[in-house]
């Protein structure tokens, strides 16, 4: 079984700029992601889940110390590979976890049909159909954008570079290749996110030169709701 581990994860706003010049360096120390095409990005499509009250959404504009957020996730328009994410964050450190699904079971549950996931044979399917059940947690957003993705085996760190982000407004149409969305971050402003164990080597922080930009705390999903 594997062990789960909460990580480190910092983020930060770049611009065009800041982007080739931090690639760059990148190219020639770090690998990049199975999902990369050939000019090194993929999409992501994600469906974030919360409650009538937005609970998700609350706990992250407050800075709870303790939060989760549900989502379901696919790459590059490909539903074949579909999988349910739970995000926590507890002391400033996060966990992911995640369960496979077919599109049929998404298509089940984007309809209402939640009962097999009781019977779905994994924790974190369970613990979803107990949250839907007494929390009324339900499928609210949809946010699309592309990541350029590097690997640097020593530390177990990925970065990632994410950029035309947007929000499908009040849509839960998840496989539908033609959602419009809607542009949240304006300016030419990147989203850079940096995931680490225990420590950060010191040639990562020069190439992202983490020391001279402040980290904030951003949230793609936070940042669509601002639309509804």
């Known amino acids: 079984m594997k062990t789960l581990k909460f990580r480190h994860e910092k983020k930060h706003y770049i611009n065009i700029a800041d982007y080739y010049s931090i690639r760059t360096r990148l190219k020639y120390i770090a690998g990049t992601d199975k999902f990369a095409g050939a000019d090194g990005t993929y999409k992501i499509r994600s469906l974030y889940f919360d409650t009538p009250a937005n609970k998700a959404l609350i706990e992250k ?33 996060c966990l992911k976890r995640s369960a496979p699904l077919t599109r049929e079971q998404c298509e089940q549950l984007l309809g209402g049909d939640i ?8 924790e974190l399917l369970v613990e979803l159909y107990a949250k839907m059940k007494h929390q009324l947690l339900r499928p ?9 993705a590097y690997i640097f085996e020593p530390g177990n760190i990925r970065i990632t570079i994410d950029r035309d ?10 496989f539908n290749p033609n ?6 971050i304006h300016g030419g402003y990147i989203v850079l996110e940096v995931k680490y164990d225990e420590f950060l080597p010191e040639i990562i922080q020069d190439i992202i030169q983490t020391n001279h930009r402040r980290s904030t705390a951003i949230s793609k999903y936070a940042a669509c709701r601002m639309y509804g």
Not at 67 to 84: C, G, M
Not at 140 to 148: A, I, N
């Open 115 to 122: 009962a097999w996931l009781a019977g779905a044979g994994h």
């Open 165 to 174: 982000i947007g929000s499908g407004l009040f849509s839960q149409d998840l």
């Open 61 to 93: 504009l407050e800075s709870f110390n303790h939060r989760e957020k549900f989502r379901i996730r696919f790459y590059n328009d490909d539903p074949s590979y579909i999988k349910l994410e739970k995000k926590s964050k507890t002391n400033g450190l």
């Open 140 to 148: 609210k957003t949809v946010v699309d954008y592309r990541r350029e």
């Open 179 to 184: 959602l419009p969305t809607v542009g949240i």
